[in-house]
């Protein structure tokens, strides 16, 4: 399980709002309810979240969900230390008790007994039953649940059920606006203003192939990882392919058809 602990809140992450989901997660925040955030993979869910616990003023604890999670690895177990059996709080447990941000990161991919303890946590209760111990823990002042997911990746198998997602105030995110989205790439990697716009116009180029089996398409994640390596001295055509069109297919007829539109917007 990747974990990111409670940090220093000295510096705020750089962010670029959208529209009003800055004040949807701050409003959302004021009023004590929990947060779903949906959008496709590297659209800036995570960073949002980064954003916002540091303009709260509010520790950070980050779970990146995975198959093998499960409510255990949440909310803490039973540990033997020196011959001593300890109880060691979970990730959960700590945001619950310090009046931290819990974010869950791609909820759906954990296993179906986590969202289960989620729910006294994400309706009026804001309580933590923990049954090993007996423990009933109020939600501290400042304490927020926010999970996310990507509706791309949905299925039968995974997907949050109506109880679970009708207790969470739900926020969409998509790819942003080109203007948006050429001061992001910009902004994260140090790239002129003309290479973020050359990146953003391959971004809406691949993003308009219908006819290509991806499953995802060019984030804005994979743009400032290209413009990253152009500023670091690599020709921006190498370091499209190597960051944007080669990380979203293996499928040989794909890459090549990936690559003539690569040619055809970044070529001489």
Not at 86 to 100: K, S, Y
Not at 119 to 143: K, N, S, V, Y
Request: with cysteine; net charge negative; proline share 6%.
């Amino acid at each position: 399980m990747e974990m990111q602990s409670a940090r220093s809140l000295a510096a705020t992450p750089f962010y670029a709002e959208q529209a009003d989901e800055c004040a949807l997660f701050a409003q959302a925040h004021a009023a004590r309810l929990p947060l779903l955030i949906k959008g496709p993979t590297g659209c800036g869910k995570t960073r949002l979240v980064e954003h916002m616990a540091a303009r709260l003023g509010r520790p950070l604890i980050t779970v990146s969900c995975h198959d093998d999670l499960s409510a255990a690895d949440l909310v803490g177990r039973h540990l033997i230390s020196g011959g001593d059996t300890r109880w060691c709080d979970g990730p959960l447990t700590r945001a619950v008790r310090e009046g931290a941000i819990c974010y869950l990161d791609e909820v759906v991919e954990a296993r179906k007994d986590t969202t289960v303890v989620l729910h006294p946590l994400a309706d009026d209760r804001r309580m933590l039953p923990l049954e090993r111990t007996g423990e009933l823990i109020p939600a501290a002042p400042g304490f927020m649940l926010v999970i996310s997911y990507n509706p791309g990746y949905q299925n039968l198998l995974k997907g949050l059920k109506p109880s679970t997602r009708q207790r969470f105030v739900a926020l969409g995110l998509a790819y942003p606006a080109p203007e948006v989205e050429r001061g992001i790439v910009a902004a994260e990697s140090g790239c002129t203003a003309e290479t973020a716009a050359r990146l953003v116009h391959l971004a809406e180029a691949l993003r308009r192939l219908t006819e290509q089996d991806l499953e995802e398409i060019a984030s804005t994640r994979l743009l400032v990882m290209a413009a990253r390596l152009a500023v670091a001295g690599m020709p921006l055509q190498r370091a499209a392919e190597a960051a944007i069109v080669d990380a979203l297919t293996d499928d040989p007829e794909t890459v090549a058809a990936l690559h003539e539109v690569l040619a055809a917007v970044l070529g001489p």
